[in-house]
């Protein structure tokens, strides 16, 4: 995971536009400073995004033909080929599995399918970088191959994220790309909701063989995404599902979401030093623990 943002770090370095253009090698993303600080592990302060930032972005759209009679140079075009959308939110304790996401999913192959492009044809690659899991998971959902770059930018922690102003960025770089690889196509993607609401544009220096689509798929990801009924003040035993270990101001404190044995799930939290650094040297997803009121307990 850091070497992955460390490639960021050097796509960010050749990217005028980025905020931070030093290259960062993966021993100091990896590893927790006074200038890297842990965050929520493993997540340390660059693997997450930075929006304090001075940043800003435009894209003008018109008419093939409007562009056309205002003298812009041919080779300037970019055409939207497809957007797509999704609305449908489901709170992390309630996903059925926490290794997938369907929003991604439909909504990304949808998008492709609509542009009539296959994973395998893009020139360029733009998968929200919020942080990792989202990263990685819009990867494996989609299918891109693990062989390209995932960034246009250098990504929300080395080229800036101006909060919800970040996809107009990385639209803007991918025309910038497109442009200098003509007949090119790229992919953008964008998330909100805490990796539920998503959003997706292919764009391209050609117009395509299909007209322009926009389309919704909230209704479908909805029904392709089953939740479990979530216990308040469980008690007993359980298994771990997800859990990691946050950090505030020299303070950690562990938070777990457990699979209960009826096939419902409850979370809990901790601040023994014991189970902290448990989860911090061990894999626990899977491995049975006991749950009390909202709190985890040894074995």
Known sequence: MAAIYSRFSQIASANPHAWRREPVPPELIRGPSRENPMIAFPYTKLHTSSWNVDQAGALLFCSAGRAASLGIPRSRWIFPLASTESHHMTTLSERADLVRCPGARIAGRRALDLAAVDPAQLAFVELYTCFPAAVELHAQEIG????????????????????????????????????????????????????????????????????????????????????????????????????????????????????????????????????????????????????????????
């Open 144 to 299: 891109i191959p693990n062989a390209m770059d995932w960034t246009v930018t250098g990504g929300m922690p080395f080229a800036g994220g101006p909060f919800n102003n970040y996809v107009l960025q990385s639209t803007g770089q991918m025309a910038e790309l497109l442009r200098g690889r003509p007949g090119s196509v790229g992919l953008v993607t964008s998330v909100s909701g805490v990796l539920t609401k998503h959003g997706f544009g292919v764009w391209s220096t050609d117009a395509g063989p299909n007209p322009f689509g926009a389309v919704d798929v909230t209704a479908e990801v909805a029904s392709s995404s089953p939740r479990r009924t979530v216990l308040v003040d469980y008690r007993g035993p359980a298994a771990m599902a997800g859990c990691t270990v946050i950090y505030d101001h020299g303070q950690r404190q562990g938070v777990a979401l457990l699979d209960v044995p009826d096939g419902a799930r409850t979370m809990a939290g901790t601040r023994d030093e014991a189970i902290l650094n448990q989860i911090e040297s061990e894999e626990l997803c899977g491995r049975s623990i006991e749950a009390s009121d909202g709190e985890l307990q040894r074995n």
